[in-house]
């Protein structure tokens, strides 16, 4: 393998590679908070793209995107207090089964709203053929600013997390949710605050790769899987170490293709999947004593 | 009262009987297309042509004084709900024919379905093995897929290209051209040295490009596909700085796959029929008046512009209703009718069906396309 290609590989990994991460760590913020695993994280990143592109038609691009991330925070945040917010001391199994039905509610409306075609923001930069030469390999300017946005996401919500009152409160849910009562949070508007998070995140992503990938209304399940392997490789609950793992499992499927043939890239996500479910349940970066405290 | 109901429920089936007896004159026609769902480019422009053509035909009074039903199920693609819908219209709603399905894979799980319920099939799909073997009651109207192929290559030794790559999209339609491709590759002097199959919800090919960029000595790539991915080759091969030529299928003849690829669509070559470049033609071509109303028309209707696989329904129900004024609404009638269908002209070309060609289409249905400005025009 010469220079040229490897760094093509490269960045074609680390494109899938920080858009898997970016779900996974939407899987991640609502795990913390709730304990489960919200399999409606996929359509967030779809209602983002599809709402920015709509919006497009009315203003320019900075605008509606922003405005598209705060419609999808107002809709995850709308979809905890309706479906949510009111049930006592759910099940697990309950409450995943909710956001199966969430997901497929989202999807439907949305091909009741945007139709079944496929749609895309412009690229932001230059259009479809702009290229930027890195060493001997061209790359898109978009795959940069993939990789940008989503870093600077992920630094701003570990910073977040670490320093911000509000983000040490939804820390304290996670750790101890009986504990942080008695301190005087509310845990249940942490749970709203989650949801809002996780669809905001995911609908920035969603904007910014909807030039490389296209937006549609069924893009969300896809997502999700390889999300969730991500979040399951990494150790569920543990945002950086999502980072490392998608952007592991995005490198190992790229360059994948130069030894198997392109078909089995999706069967690479689901093997590695199934293989850390049976040997490291706790994922690569977890520890086993913490896993056995968690109900799930 | 037991009485009372039963005589109730006699007069109601005498109602509802009398009532099917009423339509019985109508002639129910249903069809099985992706409306919804990843072949939505296809099966969505099928439908709203024949909702389009079933109301002007009843509006002018039907056919020979028949009015036409139309019962559209909308498959999203799946093949599996297509064999479902197939058995439902076929012994629930007996059907007079049958329009599509939209894709080669749902159209090759339903032939056999269609054969045994002696239920005309006319579909919408383009893969050769759906009329080879020649199945009694099946036909198609898309062209096929050999002579898009053979298309291809005669291009190809034009432009003393003889090193190639192939990708392809994992539905039926791709599958069946890559074989047909290796197939036919060496009877023009062809070496296909790549073949590479991509999934249909493939999101970014960038990797797949660079592989195949890798090998120095490939001339020229053909893309085979039918589904919306197919504009991600085109964008990331450009985006990579490749310039070879990239050659299509007759599966891009849908404007919005060529706006999907932007600035990367220029360029491309591919194989299609008339109706994409209808404006062009000269005013005494049999297809041209055809191909300008139905235009026309679509275009008028539904703000959007027309495609080949439109094109591909507006023949398949043009067909069923020059069969059904010919020989009157018998099926078996019809059937043979349409099979010995010669100098008929549709979108796809001059239809001479015969027992032997259930798509009665020649190579020259096709001509070569390509893009420019964002617009599909003549290859010169």
């Known amino acids: ?165 509000l983000g040490r409160e939804m820390r304290a849910c996670a750790a101890n949710r009986r504990a942080a009562i008695l301190c005087g949070i509310n845990p249940r508007n942490m749970v709203t605050l989650s949801f809002m998070l996780s669809a905001g995140i995911g609908a920035v992503a969603g904007c910014v790769m909807s030039p490389i990938t296209y937006s549609q209304y069924d893009m969300g399940p896809s997502l999700a899987i390889k999300g969730f392997t991500v979040a399951i490789l990494g150790g569920l609950g543990n945002s950086m170490a999502a980072v490392a793992a998608g952007l592991l499992l995005g490198i190992i499927e790229s360059f994948s293709i130069s030894v198997l043939p392109l078909a089995f890239q999706d069967a690479i996500a689901t093997s590695i999947l199934l293989l850390i479910l049976f040997v490291r349940p706790h994922g690569l970066f977890g520890s086993s004593a913490a896993a056995r405290l968690k109900d799930f | 009262m037991k009485r009372f109901v039963s005589t109730a429920l006699a007069f109601a089936l005498t109602l509802t009987m009398g009532v099917t007896a009423l339509r019985a004159e109508n002639i129910k026609v249903g069809a099985i297309l992706a409306v919804t769902g990843g072949q939505s480019f296809l099966g969505a422009p099928e439908a709203k042509t024949l909702e389009m053509m079933v109301a002007e035909k009843n509006a002018a009074g039907g056919i020979n004084g028949n009015k036409i039903d139309l019962l559209i199920k909308d498959s999203a693609g799946d093949p599996e709900k297509a064999i479902s819908f197939a058995k439902q219209l076929i012994e629930e709603e007996k059907v007079f024919a049958i329009i599509g399905p939209s894709s080669s894979g749902e159209t090759m799980k339903i032939k056999d379905i269609a054969e045994q319920g002696k239920t005309i099939l006319l579909s919408c799909a383009a893969a050769e093995v759906i009329v080879n073997p020649v199945a009694k009651y099946v036909f198609k109207t898309p062209q096929k897929d050999s002579f898009a192929v053979q298309m291809i290559f005669k291009e190809m030794n034009k432009m003393k290209i003889s090193k190639i790559a192939v990708v392809a999209d994992n539905t039926g339609f791709g599958k069946a051209g890559k074989e047909q491709l290796e197939k036919i590759a060496p009877d023009f002097g062809i070496q296909i040295l790549a073949g590479e199959v991509y999934d249909k919800a493939a999101t970014d090919l960038s990797a797949l490009v660079a592989k195949l960029m890798s090998d120095k000595e490939i001339q020229a790539v ?121 100098g008929f002209a549709g979108t796809g070309g001059i239809f001479n069906f015969s027992p032997e060609d259930h798509n009665g289409l020649a190579i020259d249905a096709f001509e070569m396309l390509t893009v420019k400005d964002g617009k599909f025009v003549m290859y010169q």
């Open chain 1, 1 to 165: 393998m010469n220079s040229t290609l490897f760094c093509q590989y490269l960045f074609a990994g680390l494109t899938y590679g920080i858009i898997y991460a970016i779900v996974a760590i939407g899987f991640n913020i609502i795990y913390n908070t709730t304990g489960i695993i919200n399999f409606a994280q996929g359509e967030f990143v779809m209602l983002g793209g599809m709402i920015a592109i709509s919006l497009h038609a009315h203003m320019p691009l900075l605008p509606a995107i922003v405005l598209a991330v705060l419609l999808t925070m107002a809709i995850g945040g709308l979809i905890e207090i309706f479906f949510i917010r009111w049930l006592q001391s759910p099940s697990v199994l309950r409450m995943i089964i909710i956001t199966i039905g969430l997901s497929i509610l989202t999807r439907e409306a949305a091909l009741h709203i945007w139709g079944s075609s496929v749609r895309s923001l412009p690229y932001f930069i230059g259009n479809e053929i702009t290229s930027i030469k890195v060493f001997s390999s061209r790359v898109s300017p978009q795959v940069f600013l993939v990789v940008g946005v989503c870093s600077v996401m992920v630094a701003a919500l570990s910073l977040f997390f670490k320093y911000s009152s």
């Open chain 2, 222 to 342: 053909i893309n085979w596909s039918v589904v919306p991915a197919q504009a991600i080759v085109a964008k990331n091969m450009r985006q990579a700085g490749w310039q070879v030529p990239l050659f299509q299928s007759h599966g891009f003849g849908n404007i919005k796959y060529a706006q999907a690829a932007g600035a990367a669509a220029e360029g491309i070559i591919f194989p299609a029929g008339r109706l994409l470049v209808a404006d062009t033609l000269a005013a005494n071509h049999p297809q041209k008046s055809l191909l300008a109303k139905y235009k026309k028309d679509y275009e008028s209707k539904y703000q959007e512009d027309v495609s080949t696989f439109g094109g591909h329904a507006y023949d398949a129900l043009a067909i069923l209703v020059e069969g059904i004024r010919l020989a009157g609404p018998d099926r078996e009638k019809v059937r043979d009718t349409i099979e010995n269908l010669k």
